[in-house]
């Protein structure tokens, strides 16, 4: 095929830029050529191609289907050639590489402390780091855009290798001046009743506060829907309704008395953080040292940043009375 006997890495990654940017000018720039080098490395990856891979238009280039189709292999093939030149950099004793990361938003509150730790012990590793829910990390997975996630369960749709690094508290909180806090002891029948402040379809928290009413054989009655923790601990702490968070989340705001751990049986619930790869490719020598790193440093590195709070040192009491 003349595309793999004529086509170059420089050519591949010259028109991934472009693809990306989508403008000749805007590559050339980051490329530091001239435009018309570009043009004639397009050129020419075109006629190896053997069709048409942009077209311009008034604002810039778009791609054509051609085009469409041979940047997914760009990507991966130049993914490949990066991470089998970082192996080779380690291999030599010049530990570097890309450590690209996708974690749950919940573990925004620690997981960069971490990662600044890892990265000033190996300056030559650069960071790209995606937080979104967890369907998002999760097609981050599958997509191969992240090499290592950090989120409450492994994904049951994917081939995996996880493990366990730290614990990971989850509760029903609220105002201490909800009503609900007057209750002596509430029950799960009680608390589906109230408007619950929850995260959107999708991620983690959703998830597993859905799980715990339909253990009970109940179903939440829904107050608001929020894609933001911030957003949740300012209304629960205004007054709006309970919420479920993880306490890792809201150890300030409990420290500070805006909100409190609900007076319920088996509250807070001990759940864990997992690392997650995927099973279908091997991981870098990077992603195995950010693995040790989580495993030696996870669990004290997030109770130095949230175990001030004492709600996190709560013990479950009973089993729920439904």
């Known amino acids: 095929m003349a595309l793999v006997k004529t ?19 805007l ?8 435009q018309s080098a570009v043009s004639i490395q397009i050129a020419s990856l075109e006629s190896s191609a053997g069709a048409p891979l942009i077209e311009r238009t ?12 041979l940047v997914v292999y760009a990507d991966r093939l130049l ?7 970082d ?7 010049a530990f570097s590489g890309t450590l690209r ?19 000033n012990a190996n300056p030559r590793v650069k960071l790209r780091l995606l937080f979104g829910n967890r369907e998002e990390v999760v097609r981050g997975l599958a997509g191969q855009e992240v090499d290592i996630a950090v989120m409450g369960h492994p994904p049951e749709e994917l081939r995996v290798v996880s493990s366990t690094f730290a614990k990971n508290p989850m509760a029903f909180v609220a105002a201490p001046h909800h009503p609900l806090m007057a209750e002596p002891m509430l029950t799960m029948a009680a608390l589906a009743q109230a408007p619950l402040l929850v995260r959107e379809r999708g991620s983690g928290t959703r998830n597993t506060v859905e799980r715990l009413f339909r253990d009970a054989g109940m179903r939440p009655r829904i107050g608001s829907e ?6 949740i601990k300012q209304m629960c702490a205004a007054g709006f309704g309970p919420a479920f968070l993880s306490l890792q989340t809201c150890a300030l705001e409990i420290d500070a008395g805006l909100m409190k751990v609900m007076p319920m049986a088996n509250n807070p619930i001990e759940r864990e953080w997992f690392m997650v790869r995927s099973a279908s490719r091997s991981a870098p020598q990077v992603v195995l040292a950010f693995e040790q790193h989580l495993r030696d440093h996870g669990q004290a590195e997030i109770g130095r940043h949230v175990l001030k709070s004492g709600a996190l040192l709560l013990q479950p009491l009973q089993p729920p009375v439904a």
């Open 101 to 119: 990361v996708g974690a749950v938003t919940t573990a925004e509150y620690w997981l960069p402390r971490l990662l600044v730790t890892f990265i």
């Open 7 to 25: 086509a170059s890495l420089r050519q591949m990654a010259t028109f991934q830029v472009v693809a990306r940017l989508g403008s000749v000018s």
């Open 58 to 69: 008034g604002r810039g280039v778009r791609l054509t289907e051609a085009g469409e189709l």
């Open 27 to 34: 590559a050339a720039e980051a490329l530091h050529l001239s």
């Open 79 to 85: 993914n490949l050639w990066n991470e089998a030149s």
């Open 87 to 93: 192996e080779m950099s380690t291999f030599l004793g």
């Open 226 to 231: 929020l894609s933001s923790n911030e957003a």
